[in-house]
């Protein structure tokens, strides 16, 4: 870590010199202005002008990459918190059905991205989506309940041998997904910019790492729906071949798991140390429960007792990334000041 000597130049003022390799990376020079962001735990961070402008702009080389790489490329540049992003290939060429198909494809995929110009050669797309209109919790409650609604749909869709059902749950993921991907860009950009940690709801960007952990946790208990609502539709009958008991088990398992979710997410935006303890009492009450309602089975073939254990396991992972994300409540909540620490 480089040390600097801080010099007074007046009565009141206190200045220190910038790293000149740092000045030059970020071309600022004499005359230009930066900003400061005083945050936690006396930081101080220094940012060029460049950095508010929020305007980066990324091309891809669409010669040089297949469309499916194309489509991964757009994902990725707009998590990267890309303002602009160009796919284009070099002076004479023209973009092939397949790259085309790809950019719009990677469209509807994301969050507040659109095409601005086409031409033969080259296509933009911008996104329009302003940090300042969301905050990481809201983002963070509302992939939780997307999650929810999906689990729900896919078990009652189980319990009445309805495919339609499923197949709702499983249109919903598209929607997770973006929700997903967007908490991926704020999370970055905000990383990048420590101005937009402020802007998406955050003190600071200490939390960030853990929201990128919760977020992810919650995009898994969705693909974890997704699974329950495929077995559906795979099912001959589209249910389970078991008795009733046994589905009120499952439904009543579900009922519990959604409690053990919905308390794990609200003891991190809460910053809740009693709650993420909760959400841990609450996951020891239920951690046995798929093995009880496994015991309780009567004899069946192995296919049909294989997909109610591939029910119960979605239902106990997803059980277990709630217990993750309230040990990452824990761990933001016992850096503040409380009645369980003191910091100073």
């Known amino acids: ?21 740092w000045a030059k990376a970020q071309n600022v020079e004499k005359g230009d202005e930066v900003s400061l962001r005083m945050g936690g735990k006396g930081t101080l961070t220094v940012m060029p002008e460049s950095v508010q402008q929020e305007e980066s702009e990324a091309v891809i080389h669409a010669d040089e990459l297949e469309a499916e790489a194309v ?19 070099e002076e004479g060429g023209t973009l092939d059905s397949h790259t085309i198909n790809a950019v719009y494809n990677a469209e509807t995929q994301l969050m507040g991205l659109g095409v601005i110009e086409e031409t033969p050669e080259r296509i933009a797309i911008r996104c329009s989506v302003d940090p300042e209109d969301f905050t990481l919790d809201n983002l963070l409650e509302r992939l939780e ?67 990128r952990s919760v977020a992810k946790n919650l995009e898994l208990t969705a693909d974890n729906a997704e699974d329950i609502a495929e077995i559906v539709l795979e099912t001959e009958g589209h249910t389970l071949d078991v008795d009733d008991a046994t589905m009120r088990d499952i439904r009543d398992f579900t009922d519990a798991v959604n409690e053990v979710t919905e308390l794990g997410v609200r003891s991190v935006v809460e910053r809740d140390y009693d709650l993420a303890l909760e959400t841990k009492e609450l996951f020891r009450q239920i951690e046995d429960r798929q093995r009880d309602i496994l015991a309780e089975l009567p004899e069946m073939d192995n296919e049909d007792l294989l997909q109610v254990r591939e029910v119960l396991v979605a239902l106990q992972q997803t059980a277990q990334y709630a217990v993750r994300n309230a040990e990452i409540a824990t761990n933001l909540a016992l850096n503040e000041n409380s009645e369980y620490v003191t910091i100073s």
């Open 1 to 21: 870590m480089e040390t600097r000597k801080v010099q007074r130049l007046g009565p009141s003022t206190l200045a220190m010199t910038l790293p000149a390799e």
């Open 145 to 211: 309940s997307t999650g929810s609604t999906m689990r729900n749909e896919a078990v009652k869709a189980l319990a009445h041998g309805n495919p339609d059902l499923a197949q709702r749950a499983l249109n919903r993921e598209r929607q997770a997904n973006k929700i997903f991907v967007l908490l991926l860009r704020l999370i970055f950009t905000a990383y990048q910019n420590p101005n937009l940690a402020r802007a998406v709801g955050l003190d600071s960007g200490f939390p960030l790492i853990g929201y």
């Open 71 to 89: 489509e991964r490329a757009i994902l990725a540049q707009y998590v990267l918190g890309r303002r602009v992003i160009q796919v284009e290939v």
